[in-house]
């Protein structure tokens, strides 16, 4: 019987002193949580309960939305987006080539084609790049908001526009990412789509995505597609899904949701502490900050020489480095039928092999900071 390979990555990752797993600090103090969940079990309203509807509520102050659909994923988020706005099999959706595997599959299970795009130097999509890929079978871009960076949206929707697509934003890493005016990821498309797994920065304590609109008939639609079709217990008014953000997740949802700003603001801080000192090696390359945006830094990355020996080396000083992702989209076994090819991508390709990511989240001290970067200079000045 194959193995789960989660469980050799965690007990790997817990070798390490620096980690980007931070949840037994995240979750030190659950007394909070536990008397939701308590209230949750004597009330018996698991599915689709209470704090579903609390917390969504909650995720629209947050983020400046009107309308808020919890369910299973990010994943699905993505998907049921995409059914909600009709497209089917022999559809065609645009998307990067260098994203986690989610965002194609969730194309891909519609029945349609994820047609990949090369990315820019700041790992998003390449916005130039879209417009000789749309054809007749075009029915949606899925921009991706790489580790809580805002892709050019101002461009996307007005090609979105004129060819009368629609724009389904993935935002797994972007919450509270927004621009200038304070708009906010999630809010650019007809949906967005957010993840709350366990490493997210909004996180729970399992699987659970949300789903952000302000087009309310795609909310009302969307509300019956997670839960079957039901309009009540006795009515289907549609065949839909079974994708709805437990009851006892929602109940995490709104004890971390009032912890993100403060989340958020110490990412930021520590990114920039990393930028300042990381600059200054020769072998490395950051990725340029926005004008006009806040990024909320899901992952801390940069891009290196050595990528594979410097991997190999925090990590046997017990630095939990990792790299996200060695490979775009498009070279993985999952696409051989979509007849990708090695060099089709060239950015994206040559980015993979130098990209690299450290942990950056709100648990980090100063001093951990200072370890990680000094055992950086330490193997450039051996290796470099």
Known sequence: MTK???????????????KHNYLSEQFSNTKKIF???????KFNDFTLGKYVDVFEKEFCKYQKVKYAVGVGSGTDAI?????????????????????FYATAGAIATTGAKPIFIDVKDDLN???????EKITKKTKAIVPVHWSGRICNMKKIISIAKKYKLHVVEDACHAILAHDDDKKYAGNFGITGCFSMHPLKNLNIWGDGGIIATNN????????????????????????????RLDTIQAAVALEMIKKINSITNARIKNANYLNKKLKLIKQIKLIKDQVNYKSVYHLYQFFCEKRNLLNKFLRKNKIDSKIHYPKPLHLH??????????????????????IISIPVHEFITKKQLNFIINKIEEFYKYEG
Do not use: W
């Open 35 to 41: 008397k939701l969940i308590n209230k949750t079990v």
């Open 79 to 99: 998907f049921l987006s995409l059914k909600a706005l009709g497209v089917q099999e022999g559809d065609e959706v645009i998307t990067p080539t260098y994203s």
């Open 125 to 131: 999509i390449n916005e130039n790049k879209i417009e």
């Open 216 to 243: 309310k008939k795609i909310y009302e639609k969307l509300r019956l597609m997670r839960n079957h079709g039901l309009v009540d217990r006795d009515n289907c008014k549609l065949y839909g899904y079974n994708s």
């Open 4 to 18: 789960n390979f989660l469980i050799k990555q965690y007990i790997s990752d817990k070798k390490m002193k620096i």
């Open 333 to 354: 076994d999952a696409a051989k039928n979509l007849k990708y090819f090695k060099g089709q991508f060239k950015n994206a390709e040559k980015l993979s092999k130098k």
